[in-house]
């Protein structure tokens, strides 16, 4: 009789051990051609940027502060690649539970799709077909799972040898592994039986021709490589050089399962990354940046004095560079927005609403204004700050224009990607440099940066003033409405505070005794920066000097010359506002309107 053992190998054996390979292999085709596909027909429809996006806007706050801090600048790689993660975990759970509980892992690659389609079409700026690629993208996955799982087992169910050929195992009644006739031991020709040896003249059977001569039954030697050859094919299902071999589309090797599993792998990995290039900008939009001239400014701002610049290696220039300019907003995919399609609507408690084109935009008197944008999620001491010249037309003109009711006390604006900013109303109709800007150092925003048009506010944090991708200008009240941020438990106005930080000399740059400098950069937008002093060492605060500023609304340079000891040392810092407030030593976190406290450093001079 056949074992059925032989017929199928367990789930739990070697092969169903690569279930998860399946799994994986599977899944990472089918979002690889569902990025491709959004990259080409549907940028803002990703499934793993929607997916990602979701993900932000659900997060809690302590989350995403935490991303913050570990990773600044680079949290939406960081999230990016948890997601990829996790998705290889399911995808691997997906490929075990195809092989043991079918067909529930193509159901859940399939569920995948559906939730990833799900998601994108509820997303704010999603398009008519922005469910089309997750749904693909699921399509895909369960098919491939199916068919790998499929091929998996085929691997293990190849009948060997000893299921077709040898007659002892199914025609012989008398052999002893047939259960139906079990050997009996006083037959003088059972082999266990020590005092009666087998004899070759009974053991022989002329009858099957696939049994061993009585010559070779004789030969110890035969009889060990009869066995060898019968064990490696009950084993793997292969024949000897006498047999003929299994047909390979009913029974293809792991080999080949590797192959298609490693080229499904490698498609969805290629068309995953064609995928991403495409989704970093449109030949249109990047088309449409280069090729555009800004128009010069009706009020140019003042030259950055020579003064403002100390030129010490280490300390941040007191310009920053466009591609140095720290990046913190929720969008996982840089919104497109091409400038000939760009609308502005002003709206609200007004007594004129109105839409702005883009040409209208740039026939405006626009004005230049030096600006240092702050990020509230900026720790102490934090990189999350940078200074640029800006270009722009003044929000309080457009609000002018508009004629805010005398109860509207908010500016709610909103991004093309839904993104929604509380600013208050009294900071965009002051004399502060509030723009809706199109320039920045000198050339059209970059893309990551907002362009075409995003809000510049001096004096405010971000998250409360800086709207990108900008689409949407609505006045209202504090009491109506909510912006982004707000409902996620920040505060509603969000001034910026007074802080101070230390550049050099840095722990890590191996300090020599001897004369050296302190510096760093400090900032009070709106106020101005009248002095700073460091401490040393529990010592008595010196007076740092302070480089010229540009004006009052970004920050300034400052340096402390220090003849440094060996040893361990301690540095802080601390600010003073024009207006005789001093920075607090009290240490506080980000949330909910932004981190106070010193700034110091562990230093080792040696």
Not at 138 to 162: D, F, H, I, N, S
Not at 283 to 304: I, T
Not at 499 to 522: F, H, N, Y
């Amino acid at each position: 009789m056949t074992d059925p053992a032989r017929r199928r190998a367990p789930a739990g054996g070697s092969s169903g051990s690569l279930t998860w390979v399946a799994g994986v292999a599977a899944v990472a085709l089918g979002v690889g051609l569902g990025e491709l596909a959004a990259g080409l027909f549907a940028p803002a429809s990703s499934p793993v940027a929607a997916v990602g996006s979701a993900l932000i806007d659900i997060a809690p706050t302590w989350a995403k502060d935490a991303a913050i801090a570990l990773f600044g600048t680079a949290d939406k790689i960081a999230l990016i690649v948890g997601i990829g993660i996790v998705m290889l975990a399911v995808a691997a759970f997906a490929g075990w539970l195809q092989a043991r509980f079918p067909p529930w892992g193509v159901v859940t690659a399939a569920a995948l799709g559906a939730v990833g389609a799900v998601v994108a079409a509820t997303r704010p700026a999603a398009g008519p077909l922005a469910w089309a690629p997750a749904v693909l993208a699921g399509a895909v996955a369960a098919t491939a799972l199916w068919l790998l799982t499929r091929l998996l087992q085929r691997t293990t169910t190849a009948p060997g040898p000893a299921d077709s050929s040898d007659p002892a195992d199914s025609s012989d009644p008398t052999h002893p592994s047939d259960p139906a006739h079990p050997a009996d031991p006083s037959d003088p020709t059972h082999p266990s039986d020590p005092d009666h040896p087998a004899d070759p003249a009974h053991t022989a059977r002329p009858t099957h021709p696939a049994r061993p001569s009585p010559a070779t039954e004789s030969d110890p030697q035969e009889r060990t490589d009869a066995t060898t050859r019968r064990t490696a094919e009950t084993r793997g299902g292969a024949s000897d050089a006498g047999s003929a071999p299994a047909d390979p589309r009913l029974h293809p090797s792991r080999r080949a399962f590797f192959a298609w599993a490693g080229a499904a792998a490698a498609a969805g990995i290629l068309a995953a990354a064609v995928g991403s290039l495409r989704n970093t900008a449109s030949a249109g939009v990047a088309a449409a940046r280069r090729a555009l001239r800004l128009p010069a400014a009706a009020a140019e701002a003042s030259p950055v004095p020579p003064s403002a610049e100390l030129g010490i290696p280490g300390l941040a220039r007191v310009v920053t560079p466009n591609d140095r300019f720290y990046r913190i907003d929720t969008a996982l995919i840089v919104p497109e927005v091409d400038p000939a399609d760009w609308r502005l609507r002003v709206h609200g408690m007004v007594a004129e609403e109105f839409e702005l084109t883009w040409d209208e935009l740039l026939s405006l008197p626009l004005q230049e204004s030096w600006t240092t944008l702050a990020c509230v999620s900026n720790e102490v001491g934090g990189t999350l700050i940078g200074n640029a010249l800006w270009l722009g037309f003044p929000v309080r003109d457009l609000l002018a224009r508009a004629r805010p009711a005398a109860e509207a006390d908010m500016v709610l604006s909103r991004s093309i990607d839904g993104f929604t900013a509380s600013t208050p109303l009294e900071a965009l109709t002051d004399e502060r440099d509030a723009i809706l800007a199109v320039g920045m150092n000198g050339e059209p925003l970059p893309l990551e940066h907002g362009f075409p048009v995003r809000m510049v506010v001096p004096g405010l944090y971000g998250y409360v003033s800086a709207t990108k991708w900008l689409v949407d200008l609505e006045v209202t009240r504090f009491d109506r409405a909510r912006a982004y941020w707000t409902d996620r438990g920040w505060s509603e106005r969000a001034p910026i505070k007074l802080q101070s930080r230390i550049d050099v000399p840095r722990k890590a740059q191996g300090l020599s005794a001897g004369e050296t400098v302190i510096a760093g950069v400090a900032w009070y937008q709106g106020v101005g920066i009248a002095g700073v002093e460091v401490q040393v060492d529990d010592g008595p605060w010196q007076q740092a000097a302070l480089a010229t500023a540009i004006s009052d609304d970004t920050w300034v340079q400052w340096s402390m010359p220090w003849r440094a000891e060996a040893g361990a040392h301690l540095i802080r810092c601390r600010a003073t506002g024009k207006d005789g407030q001093r920075q607090t030593p009290d240490r506080t976190a980000p949330a909910p309107d932004g981190a106070t406290g010193w700034h110091e450093r562990h230093l080792e001079v040696f």
